[in-house]
């Protein structure tokens, strides 16, 4: 059993900046496919970015791509996703989801574990 923990979202305006965190209980982190996750209110949950463990790539949604950043410090245990340029439509609850398998997954139902979640408010 993975626990995940999300931290770092919160308000900020348009054109900002956050930086989620999302650490791990797992030993080994290392061997994780890592994903990031957001969901609207009324929205279906929506693949963001994901970082396999096996290959070392990342993968990102188009409607991210070119400003967020995904990453992770196996050390640390803990995964990144470094948000620029917000704008309003990034607003979500953000999720951190956990695979041991290896290549990029960018469907929720890949997923084995998941964190509660943290709320990004971007205002205009």
């Known amino acids: 059993q993975v626990h995940l923990v999300e931290s770092g979202g919160g308000l900020v305006q348009a054109g900002g900046s956050l930086r989620l965190s999302c650490a791990a209980s797992?030993?080994?982190?290392?061997?994780?496919?890592m994903g990031w996750f957001r969901q609207a209110p009324g929205k279906e949950r929506e693949f963001v970015a994901a970082?396999?463990?096996?290959?070392?790539?990342?993968y990102y949604s188009d409607s991210v791509k070119g400003r967020f950043t995904i990453s992770r410090d196996n050390p640390k245990n803990t995964a990144y996703l470094q948000m620029n340029s917000l704008k309003p439509e990034d607003t979500a609850v953000y999720y951190c989801?956990?695979?041991?398998?290896?290549?990029?997954?960018?469907?929720?139902?890949?997923?084995?574990?998941w964190g509660q979640g943290t709320q990004v408010t971007v205002s205009s």
């Open positions: 797992e030993r080994t982190f290392s061997r994780y496919t």
């Open positions: 970082f396999s463990w096996s290959t070392s790539s990342t």
């Open positions: 989801a956990a695979s041991p398998r290896g290549n990029l997954l960018l469907h929720p139902a890949d997923y084995d574990y």
